[in-house]
């Protein structure tokens, strides 16, 4: 991989393993808008970029090199060996092959905590388009404005302190429903310091989770993608209904089986990978709709 400043853009130049659309499309993420010409506007860590794929070169417009350096090359995990990644799962269970093969180019993005805690509190029953709305939404009114590309403005996610002037009632105009008070409950738990990233990352999966899951309506599952996408904690296996299903096909000849032995079984065949494979697994099976028919 090597990094140049050409013009206005910055190319990062022969990325392996990596296809921009896999990963920003995947249901990971929802602070980015798809742009034409195959572009994204991305938003993560009160900055932007514009970012293209051409082959294995990453084009960058609207940042610097210290940005690319230091913000994107990390935020999209470019700096990790996906092949060895890819090869171990495989030597593992090689019924990932198809999945890995569909969705080469996944990778896990490293994003800013109370954003993502807020962000899959919000998914709960809701489809990515309304829960990228509503994304969208809080940081026009709360967040900073950082600029636009081609009519399309662009706004931070609120950092913590200003999520504490967010009420209840302001979380319900913003169409969160029933997670309103879940989503205040959160922002004052940020604020008052009982959860914070850098706590969570010292204590450990399991007592992460366990801090994670004292937050009101945030289950197993959200506490695993939080953790699996901001904390760094790969081992995560996030179970909701698509994985019950992806699972129960590929590994239990689609009998009903509970999410306790998904569980199991996904940290007896992936270990401290377990989060790679969800991710292909989870991207492949939906596309697919694997399991479907048998619910």
């Known amino acids: 991989m090597e990094v140049v400043k050409n013009g206005d853009k ?16 995947c249901g990971q993420c929802f602070h980015f808008d798809e742009l034409n010409d195959n572009k994204f506007g991305v938003v ?26 230091n913000i994107w090359i990390p935020y999209f995990d470019l700096e990790r060996d996906y092949a060895f990644i890819k090869k171990y799962l495989l030597e593992k269970d090689d019924k ?4 890995i093969d569909e969705k080469w180019g996944i990778r896990l993005l490293n994003q800013e905590f109370h954003e ?9 029953n809701k489809q990515i388009p309304h829960i990228k709305k509503i994304v969208k939404d809080i940081s ?18 609120p950092e913590i302190e200003d999520l504490n002037k967010i009420t209840v009632e302001d979380y319900r105009e913003l169409k969160t429903g029933f997670r309103a008070p879940y989503l205040k409950d959160a922002s004052d738990k940020l604020n008052d310091g009982s959860i914070d990233f850098n706590m969570l990352r010292s204590i450990g ?40 299903r992806i699972m129960e096909h590929v590994y239990f000849n689609d009998m009903d089986v509970s999410k ?28 697919m709709s694997l399991g479907k028919d048998v619910k």
């Not at 990932?96 to 999945?99: E, S």
Request: negative net charge.
């Open 10 to 25: 910055i190319i990062v130049k022969d990325i392996k393993d990596f296809d921009i659309a896999q990963t920003l499309l």
């Open 44 to 69: 993560a860590y009160s900055t932007y970029c514009i970012v293209s794929q051409k082959g294995s070169d990453l084009i960058f417009e609207k940042s610097s090199l210290n940005e690319v350096k």
């Open 96 to 99: 990932l092959k198809t999945a």
């Open 116 to 124: 993502i805690l807020l962000s899959f509190i919000i998914s709960q």
């Open 140 to 157: 026009e009114k709360y967040g900073e404005y950082l600029g636009e590309y081609e009519d399309v403005k662009f706004y931070a996610f």
């Open 205 to 244: 999966y399991d007592k992460a989770i366990e801090k994670l899951t004292d937050i009101k309506g945030v289950g197993l599952k959200v506490a695993n993608c939080v953790s699996l996408f901001s904390l760094g904690y790969r081992n995560s296996f996030p179970i909701d209904v698509w994985i019950k």
């Open 260 to 287: 306790e032995e998904i569980a199991k079984l996904a940290d007896k065949l992936y270990g401290n990978f377990g989060g790679y494979a969800q991710q292909y697994l989870f991207s492949y099976g939906k596309d």
